[in-house]
């Protein structure tokens, strides 16, 4: 369209759209990105990094009492500051943001800061100003979801996290997916009395069942107390400030906070979707096709906002997907299959590939390769923390169909092994494989007898 300002614009600067407006920028498309905020999204502002720089910090206390056993003596106990912590945080998010800001602007892409929303199907509104473009492209992202129920206004949520005052004396953590679980690990690491409250039975529903047994068997090791079928019905502030909690079945708790990991939302409030006549889901995900457009041809969308896969280098990988599609010629489906995930628990979780329910419901003659052990860490160190491998085969053709780890260093060995998935591998080419001794990685490559 010769009468645009812009060949794309992308609305939204995380992580899938900077990786979208770069990679288009870089083929001579001429790109603008809004952001109101700092460039980066959830991920590098509130969610992978500084979460991932809490769970190393709630390490230390641990690791500090495994190497009594090691023979390492401390005149004095170690002692924890958290404005430390918090603020070392924030001074080095700030330096990946300034560095995001430099790679947007090297890329030549025009940057505006501000809040944009649509006005028709080539029109965006940043600031009080119109600008035409050939394709928009929303990347808004997500962000935590507090359902209604009186006294919600007491709860926090993990944006709040990240910058909390004081660290509280307890905490009442409210989910079980794995942003409630890796919150219970960092906050319990760090010294506050934990308690994980959640409505189903077991935690991290959609991961494989052993994995989720033994799992919620070593939080509660770490001292994390696991409160099952149970929901909250109103939060009251008590006068010595604590927060108390009611539940379903009568049942009252305390904690000095009370944080909601309950699920996210699509950040589409402002864009004026209706208006353009772009069509969302119930939870708000915007409606996608394969080739990541909306029911307005000109208007595309990936990423949280779309609600398919929630993980950073997904979003990464439709970015990829939709410039090659749209400046390359190269017309090819994204692909979900066997996509890595861990969670940083403690101990860690690494996955890739079908759980042994989703490989029997898609009807798989399934064989068990199933490892437990203690690590060889903590054969001085005086934990009790086992970790757990297991494999899903297909007996029929010896694929490996799922990889399932909890332990040490999960998942950086996870990713090496989706590899290996996304190649084909076979349980013979694991068995073939030479382990690096003594590892617990060598644990996936020498069972040999199906459980």
């Not at 892409?109 to 929303?117: I, K, P, Q």
Request: proline share 4%; hydrophobic share 40%; aromatic share 8%.
């Amino acid at each position: 369209m010769s009468d645009c300002d812009f060949d794309l614009f992308v609305i939204g600067g995380g992580s899938g759209g900077v990786r979208a407006a770069r990679m288009a920028a870089a083929l001579g498309v001429r790109v603008a990105l809004a952001e109101e905020k700092q460039l980066g999204g959830t991920c590098v502002n509130l969610g992978c990094v500084p979460k991932k720089l809490f769970v190393h910090a709630a390490h230390y206390g641990e690791d500090f009492h495994h190497a009594t056993g090691y023979g390492w003596q401390f005149s004095t106990p170690p002692r924890f500051d958290w404005p430390t912590l918090r603020d070392r945080k924030t001074a080095d998010i700030q330096r990946i943001n300034g560095a995001f800001d430099k790679m947007v602007s090297k890329a030549g892409v025009t940057l505006f800061r501000g809040r944009a929303s649509l006005q028709d199907a080539h029109t965006v509104v940043v600031n009080g100003q119109s600008y035409r473009t050939e394709r928009i492209l929303l990347t808004p992202g997500g962000h935590p979801h507090v359902p209604e129920f009186p006294g919600r206004e007491h709860v926090m949520v993990s944006d709040d996290a990240f910058f909390l005052e004081t660290l509280p004396e307890s905490i009442l953590i409210v989910g079980g997916g794995y942003i409630a679980v890796e919150f219970a690990g960092i906050f319990n690491g760090l010294g506050v009395d934990t308690r994980l409250l959640y409505r189903r039975d077991k935690v991290l529903r959609g991961f494989d069942d052993d994995i989720r047994d033994f799992v919620g068997n070593e939080l509660e090791k770490k001292g994390i107390t696991l409160q099952f079928n149970s929901t909250i019905e109103r939060i009251d502030r008590q006068h010595d400030g604590a927060l108390q909690a009611t539940l379903g079945d009568g049942q009252t708790v305390q904690a000095g906070q009370i944080f909601y990991a309950t699920g996210r939302r699509p950040n589409i409030t402002g864009l004026n979707l209706d208006t353009v006549g772009v069509e969302t889901a119930p939870t708000g995900a915007i409606i996608v096709n394969d080739q990541f457009q909306t029911s307005v041809p000109s208007i595309y969308a990936l990423g949280d906002v779309i609600d398919r896969v929630q993980l950073t280098p997904v979003a990464l990988a439709e970015a990829m997907n939709l410039v090659a599609r749209f400046y390359k010629g190269q017309d090819r489906p994204m692909d979900y299959s066997n996509i890595p995930t861990a969670v940083f628990s403690q101990p860690d979780i690494g996955t890739v590939g079908l759980t042994e329910q989703a490989a029997r419901e898609q009807g798989f003659h399934v064989a068990i390769y199933r490892s437990e052990f203690r690590e060889l860490k903590h054969a001085l160190s005086g934990s009790t923390e086992r970790a757990l491998m297991k494999l899903v085969v297909d007996s029929k053709t010896d694929k490996v169909l799922g990889v399932h780890m909890v332990g040490g260093a999960a998942a950086e060995i996870v990713q090496g092994f989706a590899v290996a998935l996304k190649a084909g591998a076979t349980k013979s080419v694991f068995d073939q494989t030479i382990g690096v001794h003594p590892t617990s990685a060598e644990e996936l490559v020498t069972m040999r007898e199906p459980v």
